[in-house]
């Protein structure tokens, strides 16, 4: 962002005069020069919380969801059509379903999901193949389900007709995710059908082990709890190089009109950061929606800021519950500089009426 003056007709000119009837000096005028507005913004992803981001094109959001890693023992699913302990016999066959949860971000209240992947790897602990236990034994299957809420995000099904699963392999599958509203954490369901097969060894604490991750489901929309969420130094230049008044400088204010899609209100911190000696540090309160806000500066501080390019730096934290974000928001601010200059006789010019 820059504020840049060249001339006086890049300015708003507001004057008013104050002379005696019958002058005895050159009469003083006290003048208002108003730069046009410039603009910078923020953008959402200053305010996303831990497992969302934005994709290249800011076309979608992106969600993580961290590796949940569980394992169900082979006494889950076979129950009592298995021996209680370690036996070597016929294996027999069985049903049986179990679950688990793979947790999405607290902040995250729902979410829009208009696809993206989930990645999922069944690593068999049995000493047999469920899916394909015997010579001339029917074939099994493995089902998936993936839920948030009542609402299904993603399934799967593996037909051991296609698909073996011998002792100690890896099994790897990517689910894709289905348009949907996520509502809160993932449930995974988990369902083996295994027919009875040939003999092998039965170890009811043998375990099928499973890992859930993604960092690809992409998200049109969501609602987001924010708690003291950080803005983290956006930078913008405030350029008054151009600007050479030698008369006094009586005051002078920046105006920040900011336009806050998000419905979240905060605390604003302005760093204006010098080369050179201490910075200048105001704060901004910021509103929901469009608000117009003045930063007073002293006499004092205005005199470093002109005729100089600073960096201003834009930091703070903001806070709201059941704020809607899309992947293209941004909080736009824009910035006009009021200064207050008094022209024309001396300086220690009395006047007097």
């Known amino acids: 962002?820059?504020?840049?003056?060249?001339?006086?007709?890049?300015?708003?000119?507001?004057?008013?005069?104050?002379?005696?009837?019958?002058?005895?000096?050159?009469?003083?005028?006290?003048?208002?020069?108003?730069?046009?507005?410039?603009?910078?913004?923020?953008?959402?992803?200053?305010?996303?919380?831990?497992?969302?981001?934005?994709?290249?094109?800011?076309?979608?959001?992106?969600?993580?969801?961290?590796?949940?890693?569980?394992?169900?023992?082979?006494?889950?699913?076979?129950?009592?059509?298995?021996?209680?302990?370690?036996?070597?016999?016929?294996?027999?066959?069985?049903?049986?379903?179990?679950?688990?949860?793979?947790?999405?971000?607290?902040?995250?209240?729902?979410?829009?999901?208009?696809?993206?992947?989930?990645?999922?790897?069944?690593?068999?602990?049995?000493?047999?193949?469920?899916?394909?236990?015997?010579?001339?034994?029917?074939?099994?299957?493995?089902?998936?389900?993936?839920?948030?809420?009542?609402?299904?995000?993603?399934?799967?099904?593996?037909?051991?007709?296609?698909?073996?699963?011998?002792?100690?392999?890896?099994?790897?599958?990517?689910?894709?995710?289905?348009?949907?509203?996520?509502?809160?954490?993932?449930?995974?369901?988990?369902?083996?059908?295994?027919?009875?097969?040939?003999?092998?060894?039965?170890?009811?604490?043998?375990?099928?082990?499973?890992?859930i991750q993604s960092d690809g489901v992409l998200v049109s929309e969501a609602v987001v709890a924010l708690s003291g969420q950080s803005i983290e130094g956006v930078e913008t230049e405030l350029d008054l190089e151009d600007v050479d008044l030698e008369d006094r400088i009586n005051g002078g204010s920046i105006f920040l009109d900011i336009e806050n899609p998000f419905g979240a209100t905060g605390n604003l911190s302005l760093l204006f950061d010098f080369p050179s000696g201490a910075d200048i540090v105001k704060p901004v309160a910021l509103a929901a929606g469009s608000s117009t806000v003045q930063v007073d500066f002293t006499e004092a501080e205005i005199e470093r800021l002109i005729g100089e390019t600073t960096t201003m730096v834009i930091s703070g934290t903001v806070n709201g519950g059941n704020v809607t974000i899309q992947p293209d928001m941004e909080i736009v601010i824009g910035a006009r500089l009021r200064l207050v200059v008094e022209v024309g006789g001396e300086a220690d010019d009395e006047g007097g009426n």
């Open 1 to 211: 962002m820059k504020l840049r003056t060249r001339s006086a007709g890049a300015f708003l000119l507001l004057a008013g005069v104050s002379a005696c009837d019958i002058p005895t000096s050159m009469p003083r005028w006290e003048t208002t020069w108003i730069t046009p507005s410039e603009e910078t913004s923020v953008s959402v992803v200053e305010l996303l919380p831990a497992g969302l981001s934005v994709n290249n094109d800011t076309s979608a959001f992106v969600l993580t969801i961290d590796p949940v890693n569980d394992a169900f023992a082979l006494s889950e699913f076979c129950g009592g059509a298995c021996p209680p302990v370690t036996a070597t016999v016929p294996k027999p066959a069985f049903s049986g379903t179990v679950s688990t949860v793979a947790p999405i971000p607290a902040a995250i209240q729902s979410a829009e999901i208009e696809g993206g992947t989930i990645d999922i790897e069944l690593v068999n602990g049995f000493d047999f193949d469920p899916l394909r236990p015997g010579v001339n034994a029917d074939s099994g299957s493995i089902s998936i389900t993936i839920r948030s809420g009542n609402a299904l995000v993603a399934s799967a099904m593996v037909d051991g007709g296609n698909q073996a699963l011998p002792p100690g392999a890896t099994l790897a599958l990517e689910l894709d995710f289905v348009p949907s509203t996520l509502t809160g954490d993932l449930s995974v369901e988990l369902t083996l059908v295994s027919p009875a097969g040939d003999v092998t060894t039965l170890n009811p604490n043998d375990a099928l082990g499973i890992t």
